[in-house]
């Protein structure tokens, strides 16, 4: 089967093509390189640079390639970034996903699988969040998601192409031994600069203290990118198998705390933090916790890697090779 991965030059999209190339498929990447890496592209992959906002690129890659399914990574991805820029968010994600939708319409290409996020549902009223709750984002990043996530479902409505939405709850580790790892620019998530934070002395920015959680910090749910590229390869297989629109989230079921996460970094470092405790970020939530009970049954999903002493050893071995 050959793929298309689009951002498959940023930290989950390398994973995701190192995953399919080692699983016997083909794969072409295509990556704007904005804030992507062509480096981390695995050599076995053709590559193509371009941005999916360009129509002619869009459309010359679908015309001289054939692909049964593609794989859409390419996005902007800071909640706060995109409080301070939402017209860049709504560009890059919404309408570039809709220019790939036109171009796999064109080419009767009838499988995605897309990279959503648990921002879809904004602040829940239920945890852990089911993927029936209601969809309610708090910034403009979840919002530019989820129009996706209606794109899609218009798209297979109309034109039959058939999806798998898969919302991560943050996505995060590194290969086992270290040698692939996360590598934002900007780095905006809490592992990565929390290791930075102790391999430098530096300090360490802690947004919010006072949410109505158990120690005052945001709790979020973590997903090993080994765990979560295997969930894109279970959605493929599914779509291969049947006809559809699914929606799915990809998480554990458990929530750790900002001050826990740090307490695992410093144990896993032997490191003390210089934390600054500082204001909350304005969009975002008090706990995201996936109800992951559907992606388990449907796909027979069940993560390997994801308990956080693993994602923070593996991530602090590939930040302290």
Not at 198 to 205: C, K, P
Not at 290 to 315: C, G, N
């Amino acid at each position: 089967m050959r793929i298309l991965v689009t951002g498959g030059a940023g930290y989950i999209g390398s994973f995701m093509t190192k995953r399919l190339l080692d699983g016997g498929f083909s794969v072409m990447v295509v990556d704007s390189l904005e804030r992507g890496d062509k480096s981390v592209v695995d050599e076995r992959a053709e590559f193509a640079e371009g941005n999916l906002l360009d129509k002619a690129f869009v459309k010359q890659i679908f015309s001289s390639n054939k692909f049964e399914a593609v794989i859409h990574f390419a996005a902007y991805i800071s909640m706060a970034e995109s409080m301070e820029d939402p017209g860049a968010y709504f560009e890059h994600n919404t309408l570039a996903s809709l220019n790939l939708l036109e171009g796999m319409k064109n080419a009767q290409v009838s499988k995605i699988v897309f990279s959503s996020t648990a921002g879809v549902y904004g602040n829940p009223t239920v945890v852990p969040i089911p993927e029936d709750h209601i969809k309610s984002p708090t910034n403009p990043y979840g919002e530019s998601k989820r129009m996706v996530e209606r794109l899609l479902s218009w798209y297979y409505e109309i034109f039959q192409i058939n999806c798998v939405a898969l919302r991560y709850f943050n996505a995060s580790g590194a290969t086992l031994d270290g040698s692939m790892g996360e590598n934002h620019n900007p780095e905006t998530h809490i592992i990565p600069n929390a290791i930075k934070a102790a391999l430098s002395g530096g300090e360490f920015s802690l947004f919010g203290t006072d949410y109505d959680t158990p120690d005052g910090t945001a709790v979020r749910d973590y997903i090993h990118v080994l765990d979560l590229v295997e969930a894109h390869v279970r959605a493929l297989e599914r779509l291969s198998r049947e006809n559809g629109k699914f929606f799915y989230n990809v998480g554990t079921g458990k929530g750790y705390s900002n001050r826990e996460v740090l307490q695992m970094v410093e144990e896993v470092s032997g490191k003390k933090i210089n934390v600054a405790e500082g204001d909350r970020r304005s969009g975002d939530a008090a706990e995201l916790v996936a109800d992951s009970q559907r992606i388990r049954e449907q796909l027979d999903f069940e993560p390997k890697y994801s308990d956080l002493r693993t994602i923070v050893e593996s991530a602090w071995k590939w930040h302290n090779k």
